[in-house]
């Protein structure tokens, strides 16, 4: 069907007088991890049109391509409409459709059996779902410490390093300060990312003026517009860091005030090379931090009020131990002319004079023009300020920091330049947003020790949180991992988020044990978001052979779509799409704040489901109100919440008065954060567009690190448990804690082959090192760094099953920078193969400018899997498409003795997609046109029958001609 078309045979005719839709809804889009608010128009029971909400404090109206394309998501033919079960091989795409009793009970035997057994044997991991406080809760209570969510392979690193340091960090944690700084430096964003807000607030950069400087090895989305792009070599940024900190440092461009009103700078620390206190934090007989006034010559409390503290020299304390300022040892670290430009320009890929420009602009921005508001505050100790004044120089960073080995100490040392400008939480600098900042670190430890895991009972506590010391490792008396990805081991000691890239590999290999059940939800673990792919599926079909039975015994996988990964299963429960349900964006979980407010938000199911689909979240209540699992059940045994995931939202309390959404609490609605249940709750929000935006009152905006006001504000509604300052961990002597255990002290101690690991990458100062795969392969072979980039109007997988997002990207090319590509004899348009040291792929090459020269990088998660998404079989993202995956091995090759490390960051355990090394040369004629590796289709399953054109909404133009 054709719209009119007018006399002059151009334009359409488009009738005004028609109400475009019987209804309009609103609620939260999630067609990415930004959360903007959403108008849904609704016609004939259909959905007519998504808008932005003006009213929404996230995209304030705007909204994007993909948030725009959401109908197509809706009416994919890649949409699940019934639970199935496996009935021919793990593979093969072979299912029956079976009803939801038959599902549920299935799905209860397999878990009671194991919870009845031992409740470590379910491995619970879930994708980027956005409702991880449910899940997290849901293994707690289940008593597995095996649950994990995406963070793990994302940002973990980014999130760690901040809250580790400054109890903050980049994305959902915080932002800069858009309408008041005056220098931007973006650290490897990907475009996909904060999408529309980042958008608004460049939009508001340029303006008025501000300098955007883009550093990524790719200039491509918001490095395409920014007004300096510097092509650094993957995984060389910290390095680039340290040298803007030297050169600071020698200018002398550094807020020394700041730094001891807010850090740890002049802490002294314990200099005993050898013994069990050396690099210890210096205390007194209470355990309160020392530091060395100069005015009474001796060491005393360090948060004491009139304190002059020494930042340099080493001291001798009355018991006889040497100490040094923290300061001091940054000093030390960072004033070698290792770290001068002329030493690391090679290494990082921009000339020595950029480096020296850069930071000398940065000096410019913090101390030339610095911002000063006419707004009284009240400090943590009670002294009362005039004015905030402030550093204007922000940063965000994102996963191009974070998914290196070496991310976790490369975001440390980014986090290291903006305190020492003094730009972390004040004016025109980088502000939180609630319920950040955090104690350092967040008071959560994570459960799962030997004597805490029993046959059907709850963990004491949720499976994830953040490490103080070794006593917090989830290991055996033998130092063996106690969780099947193996964080919170001496492998990966600070995994807050856990490493859900290594469950597969790591069950699959019965290392460091088997399991019984893998459960995972919208987690596409078969394909775009795996390591190794084809040692993945191997893993997933692998059987024993002495019984024939499946390795990993049982999968029960949940999904709205139809994904590589459902072949693999052998229970699907087919989950809801974002318009069809309720969901929580929680503060227990991601919040969706602004700086100066504390937000959270729902969706609401604004279309009725027309498939035999449940909600993921209802139906994991209904699973644990049929396990018996105390939290989803009354004593009586019946469901906690007969309701589904709403009754849920309203009536769950994680603690008296705290529940899922902190707005409109009591029995009234009148409280906010502390408050009885509400049964308006949901329609309260619904009334207010979904959101709930509670603002800060202007004196608690700025330095919540330290601020009375809102430290006060912060404890009485839940956010924190203290109301105490906030101190900047620019020394952690948390890592120094694991440091000490690998030389031999302490009960809790690394086996002889993990020492040396943990010795060398537990500094408790940030410090750059080169990648690992970069130093364990021959650079000569490998002479090429690969990595991806997220297409703005993609996001993971997601986008690429979506009609109208393809029509901007369904194929994928090789993006080489022009000049070397030419050097090498290669051109637009040929076809290459890319080898690295596990594998190979085949792809078609484009050449550009805005490319490292030592760089080659493709878009993300086009490549698809003939039978999967709904795509037709002639799809070009099967043919054309390509993953750098197949490249890319999930552990790292062996070391002495044997072992090996998972691919990831010693610390955190962060997947290190971005440390790909490859060589590149060109297919012969006869292997041109096609990509490989090609994996054999699944057997398509969609009862949707797929249009030869694409005309969606003409069904709506009543008076339109066929």
């Given at each position: 069907?054709?719209?009119?078309?007018?006399?002059?045979?151009?334009?359409?005719?488009?009738?005004?007088?028609?109400?475009?839709?019987?209804?309009?809804?609103?609620?939260?889009?999630?067609?990415?991890?930004?959360?903007?608010?959403?108008?849904?128009?609704?016609?004939?029971?259909?959905?007519r049109?998504?808008?932005g909400?003006?009213?929404?404090?996230?995209?304030?109206?705007?909204?994007?391509?993909?948030?725009?394309?959401?109908?197509?998501?809706?009416?994919?033919?890649?949409?699940?409409?019934?639970?199935?079960?496996?009935?021919?091989?793990?593979?093969?795409?072979?299912?029956?459709?079976?009803?939801?009793?038959?599902?549920?009970?299935?799905?209860?035997?397999?878990?009671?059996?194991?919870?009845?057994?031992?409740?470590?044997?379910?491995?619970?991991?879930?994708?980027?779902?956005?409702?991880?406080?449910?899940?997290?809760?849901?293994?707690?209570?289940?008593?597995?410490?095996?649950?994990?969510?995406?963070?793990?392979?994302?940002?973990?690193?980014?999130?760690?390093?901040?809250?580790?340091?400054?109890?903050?960090?980049?994305?959902?944690?915080?932002?800069?300060?858009?309408?008041?700084?005056?220098?931007?430096?973006?650290?490897?964003?990907?475009?996909?990312?904060?999408?529309?807000?980042?958008?608004?607030?460049?939009?508001?950069?340029?303006?008025?003026?501000?300098?955007?400087?883009?550093?990524?090895?790719?200039?491509?989305?918001?490095?395409?517009?920014?007004?300096?792009?510097?092509?650094?070599?993957?995984?060389?940024?910290?390095?680039?860091?340290?040298?803007?900190?030297?050169?600071?440092?020698?200018?002398?461009?550094?807020?020394?005030?700041?730094?001891?009103?807010?850090?740890?700078?002049?802490?002294?620390?314990?200099?005993?090379?050898?013994?069990?206190?050396?690099?210890?934090?210096?205390?007194?007989?209470?355990?309160?931090?020392?530091?060395?006034?100069?005015?009474?010559?001796?060491?005393?409390?360090?948060?004491?009020?009139?304190?002059?503290?020494?930042?340099?020299?080493?001291f001798?304390?009355?018991?006889?131990?040497?100490?040094?300022?923290?300061?001091?040892?940054?000093?030390?670290?960072?004033?070698?002319?290792?770290?001068?430009?002329?030493?690391?320009?090679?290494?990082?890929?921009?000339?020595?004079d950029?480096?020296?420009?850069?930071?000398?602009?940065?000096?410019?921005?913090?101390?030339?023009?610095?911002?000063?508001?006419?707004?009284?505050?009240?400090?943590?100790?009670?002294?009362?300020?005039?004015?905030?004044?402030?550093?204007?120089?922000?940063?965000?960073?994102?996963?191009?920091?974070?998914?290196?080995?070496?991310?976790?100490?490369?975001?440390?040392?980014?986090?290291?330049?903006?305190?020492?400008?003094g730009?972390?939480?004040?004016?025109?600098?980088?502000?939180?947003?609630?319920?950040?900042p955090?104690?350092?670190?967040?008071?959560?430890?994570?459960?799962?020790?030997?004597?805490?895991?029993k046959?059907?009972?709850?963990?004491?506590?949720?499976?994830?949180?953040?490490?103080?010391?070794?006593?917090d490792?989830?290991?055996?008396?033998?130092?063996?991992?106690l969780?099947?990805?193996?964080?919170?081991?001496?492998?990966?000691?600070?995994?807050?988020?856990?490493?859900?890239?290594?469950?597969?590999?790591?069950?699959?290999?019965?290392?460091?044990?088997?399991?019984?059940?893998?459960?995972?939800?919208?987690?596409?673990?078969?394909?775009?978001?795996?390591m190794?792919?084809?040692?993945?599926?191997?893993?997933?079909?692998?059987?024993?052979?002495?019984?024939?039975?499946?390795?990993?015994?049982?999968?029960?996988?949940?999904?709205?779509?139809?994904?590589?990964?459902?072949?693999?299963?052998?229970?699907?429960?087919?989950?809801?799409?974002?318009?069809?349900?309720?969901?929580?964006?929680?503060?227990?979980?991601?919040?969706?704040?602004?700086?100066?407010?504390?937000?959270?938000?729902?969706?609401?199911?604004?279309?009725?489901?027309?498939?035999?689909?449940?909600?993921?979240?209802?139906?994991?209540?209904?699973?644990?109100?049929?396990?018996?699992?105390?939290?989803?059940?009354?004593?009586?045994?019946?469901?906690?919440?007969?309701?589904?995931?709403?009754?849920?939202?309203?009536n769950?309390?994680?603690?008296?008065?705290?529940?899922?959404?902190?707005?409109?609490?009591?029995?009234?609605?009148?409280?906010?954060?502390?408050?009885?249940?509400?049964?308006?709750?949901?329609q309260?929000?619904?009334?207010?567009?979904?959101?709930?935006?509670?603002?800060?009152?202007?004196?608690?905006?700025?330095?919540?690190?330290?601020?009375?006001?809102?430290?006060?504000?912060?404890?009485?509604?839940?956010?924190?448990?203290s109301?105490?300052?906030i101190?900047?961990?620019?020394?952690?002597?948390?890592?120094?804690?694991?440091?000490?255990?690998?030389?031999?002290?302490?009960?809790?101690?690394?086996?002889?082959?993990?020492?040396?690991r943990?010795?060398?990458?537990?500094?408790?100062?940030?410090?750059?090192?080169?990648?690992?795969?970069?130093?364990?392969?021959?650079?000569?072979?490998?002479?090429?760094?690969?990595?991806?980039?997220?297409?703005?109007?993609?996001?993971?997988?997601?986008?690429?099953?979506?009609?109208?997002?393809?029509?901007?990207?369904?194929?994928?090319?090789?993006?080489m920078?022009?000049?070397?590509?030419?050097?090498?004899?290669?051109?637009?348009?040929?076809?290459v193969?890319?080898?690295?040291?596990?594998?190979?792929?085949?792809c078609?090459?484009?050449?550009?400018?805005?490319?490292?020269?030592?760089?080659?990088?493709?878009?993300?998660?086009?490549?698809?899997?003939?039978?999967?998404?709904?795509?037709?079989?002639?799809?070009?993202?099967?043919?054309?498409?390509?993953?750098?995956n197949?490249?890319?091995?999930?552990?790292l090759?062996?070391r002495?003795?044997?072992?090996?490390?998972?691919?990831?960051?010693?610390?955190?355990?962060?997947?290190?997609?971005?440390?790909?090394?490859?060589?590149?040369?060109?297919?012969?004629?006869?292997?041109?046109?096609?990509?490989?590796?090609?994996?054999?289709?699944?057997?398509?399953?969609?009862?949707?029958?797929?249009?030869?054109?694409?005309?969606?909404?003409?069904?709506?133009?009543?008076?339109?001609?066929?």
């Open positions: 069907m054709d719209a009119p078309i007018s006399d002059n045979n151009k334009d359409p005719v488009i009738d005004l007088q028609t109400n475009p839709a019987d209804e309009i809804k609103t609620t939260t889009c999630y067609m990415c991890a930004c959360r903007c608010g959403i108008k849904v128009y609704l016609k004939d029971g259909q959905v049109y998504i808008e909400n003006r009213d929404h404090p996230v995209n304030k109206g705007v909204l994007c391509g993909k948030g725009a394309s959401g109908i197509m998501t809706q009416v994919s033919p890649a949409r699940l409409t019934s639970p199935l079960k496996r009935v021919g091989p793990r593979g093969s795409g072979e299912f029956a459709e079976i009803s939801w009793d038959e599902a549920l009970d299935l799905a209860s035997s397999w878990l009671g059996d194991v919870r009845a057994k031992d409740p470590r044997k379910l491995a619970l991991f879930t994708g980027r779902d956005q409702s991880q406080a449910l899940t997290g809760w849901w293994a707690s209570q289940f008593g597995t410490p095996n649950f994990a969510a995406h963070g793990g392979f994302c940002s973990v690193n980014m999130a760690a390093a901040g809250l580790y340091t400054f109890g903050g960090s980049f994305w959902e944690f915080g932002e800069p300060d858009w309408d008041k700084t005056e220098y931007f430096m973006l650290w490897g964003v990907a475009e996909d990312h904060g999408s529309n807000p980042i958008k608004k607030a460049l939009g508001k950069l340029k303006e008025r003026g501000v300098k955007v400087v883009a550093v990524n090895p790719v200039r491509t989305g918001y490095g395409a517009i920014a007004d300096e792009w510097l092509g650094v070599k993957p995984g060389s940024d910290g390095l680039f860091v340290s040298a803007l900190i030297y050169e600071l440092m020698q200018a002398g461009k550094v807020d020394l005030d700041y730094l001891v009103r807010y850090t740890n700078s002049h802490w002294l620390v314990i200099q005993n090379p050898g013994a069990a206190n050396d690099g210890l934090i210096a205390r007194d007989k209470d355990g309160e931090p020392l530091a060395w006034d100069k005015n009474q010559n001796k060491a005393i409390g360090a948060n004491t009020l009139e304190i002059d503290p020494a930042l340099n020299g080493s001798k304390l009355a018991d006889g131990s040497q100490v040094v300022p923290v300061m001091s040892l940054i000093a030390e670290r960072f004033l070698d002319s290792k770290f001068a430009p002329e030493s690391v320009a090679e290494e990082i890929g921009i000339p020595a950029t480096i020296k420009r850069i930071a000398s602009e940065l000096a410019e921005a913090a101390f030339e023009r610095e911002i000063v508001i006419d707004q009284p505050w009240v400090d943590w100790a009670g002294r009362k300020h005039d004015k905030m004044i402030g550093r204007p120089v922000s940063m965000h960073a994102m996963r191009g920091i974070s998914a290196h080995s070496n991310g976790f100490n490369t975001c440390r040392l980014i986090h290291l330049l903006q305190i020492l400008l730009s972390i939480d004040c004016p025109g600098g980088f502000r939180y947003k609630p319920p950040y955090k104690t350092i670190p967040p008071g959560i430890r994570p459960a799962g020790k030997v004597d805490q895991v046959p059907n009972t709850p963990l004491p506590g949720p499976p994830l949180g953040f490490v103080k010391g070794p006593e490792l989830l290991v055996d008396d033998n130092g063996k991992p969780r099947i990805d193996k964080a919170y081991s001496w492998d990966a000691p600070v995994s807050a988020h856990g490493l859900m890239h290594m469950v597969i590999n790591n069950a699959g290999t019965m290392d460091p044990y088997n399991i019984d059940v893998l459960f995972m939800y919208m987690a596409n673990m078969g394909w775009n978001s795996s190794n792919v084809p040692d993945t599926l191997r893993h997933l079909t692998a059987k024993n052979p002495d019984t024939g039975e499946y390795v990993i015994p049982k999968i029960i996988y949940s999904d709205a779509f139809y994904s590589e990964t459902v072949p693999y299963a052998d229970l699907i429960l087919p989950d809801t799409t974002y318009l069809e349900r309720w969901d929580c964006i929680s503060m227990l979980d991601r919040p969706i704040s602004e700086p100066d407010s504390a937000n959270d938000a729902i969706r609401q199911p604004v279309i009725e489901p027309d498939r035999d689909v449940r909600p993921f979240q209802t139906v994991m209540l209904d699973l644990g109100a049929r396990l018996g699992l105390p939290g989803m059940t009354n004593e009586d045994g019946a469901a906690k919440y007969p309701g589904g995931y709403a009754d849920y939202i309203i769950h309390q994680r603690a008296p008065g705290i529940g899922p959404l902190a707005g409109w609490r009591g029995e009234d609605g009148s409280k906010y954060g502390v408050g009885e249940p509400n049964q308006n709750q949901l309260e929000y619904i009334d207010n567009g979904c959101f709930h935006a509670h603002e800060l009152e202007p004196e608690m905006r700025y330095y919540k690190h330290a601020n009375k006001a809102y430290l006060d504000w912060a404890k009485s509604v839940g956010f924190n448990g109301t105490d300052q101190v900047f961990e620019l020394y952690s002597e948390t890592l120094q804690k694991f440091r000490l255990a690998a030389q031999g002290h302490g009960d809790i101690q690394p086996e002889d082959s993990h020492r040396e943990i010795t060398s990458f537990f500094d408790p100062l940030p410090f750059w090192y080169p990648t690992f795969e970069g130093e364990m392969v021959n650079k000569d072979d490998y002479p090429f760094h690969a990595i991806t980039q997220r297409p703005m109007h993609m996001y993971h997988s997601w986008g690429s099953q979506n009609a109208w997002l393809r029509q901007i990207t369904n194929a994928n090319r090789l993006y920078n022009r000049e070397k590509a030419e050097a090498l004899d290669i051109h637009d348009d040929d076809w193969w890319l080898t690295s040291h596990i594998g190979r792929v085949k078609q090459v484009s050449l550009m400018e805005g490319c490292n020269p030592d760089t080659l990088w493709t878009w993300n998660a086009i490549g698809k899997r003939g039978g999967a998404w709904g795509l037709d079989k002639d799809a070009p993202e099967m043919k054309q498409g390509f993953l750098l197949h490249l890319i091995s999930e552990l090759p062996a002495e003795g044997g072992y090996r490390y998972s691919n990831s960051d010693p610390v955190t355990g962060q997947a290190a997609w971005y440390d790909l090394r490859v060589k590149i040369s060109k297919a012969l004629p006869e292997e041109a046109g096609t990509t490989e590796p090609y994996f054999e289709p699944f057997k398509a399953r969609s009862d949707a029958p797929l249009p030869d054109e694409l005309a969606y909404g003409t069904q709506f133009n009543k008076g339109s001609k066929s």
